[in-house]
């Protein structure tokens, strides 16, 4: 009996050795504050690199070959500051005569080109080709109406690459802070090399 009452003792002790050692309780302090988290920041991606194609507009229309120059002696200039000349005119030397019974006109120093009578665009289109691709002409062509259509869908890739960069730049200044982020650019370089 003496050893179980030694065994209670012991176990009451174990069991509330804890409370007989009692300290204050410990405030606890809770602070609440921003961590800055660091996201990396993707590469932006490069500019577009577009290139301008030429587009030829061609007609049989006539073209018209204006009378050579012959500027003033002494030189005479316009408003505009720039130097004046005539297109000098005579009376056919044959005195052919035109529908109205009029003498027909013709240039006193000759045309300004060689091109025959009736030289149209199209003519003068289709010389260069040959001339730019050793005589063969492939014609390329499109409708108006598809025309105005490729011109809508060029617009829509614009704006939706000019509001997704916007995206971007958007993200990018609320994740990096402080510093600008910069704008996407587009960039269309024409053939002669100018933006």
Known sequence: MRLKQIVSVLALLTISGCSLLQQA???????TKPVKIDIVQPVLPRPIDLKEPKWYV????RIINP???EFYNPKQYDDKGQEKYKRPKMDHPEGLLNEKGKVIRVCKLGKENDW?????YLDRFIEDIKKKHGGDVVFFAMTVDDY???SYNTQEIKRYINQLGEVIVY????TIGDEDAGAVEIKVEKEDGNN
């Open 67 to 69: 009378c050579a120059k």
């Open 58 to 61: 061609v007609s049989d229309t």
């Open 116 to 120: 025959p009578e009736g030289y149209t």
């Open 148 to 150: 105005e259509l490729m």
């Open 171 to 174: 993200y990018r200044n609320v």
């Open 25 to 31: 309780p410990r405030e606890v302090e809770i602070v």
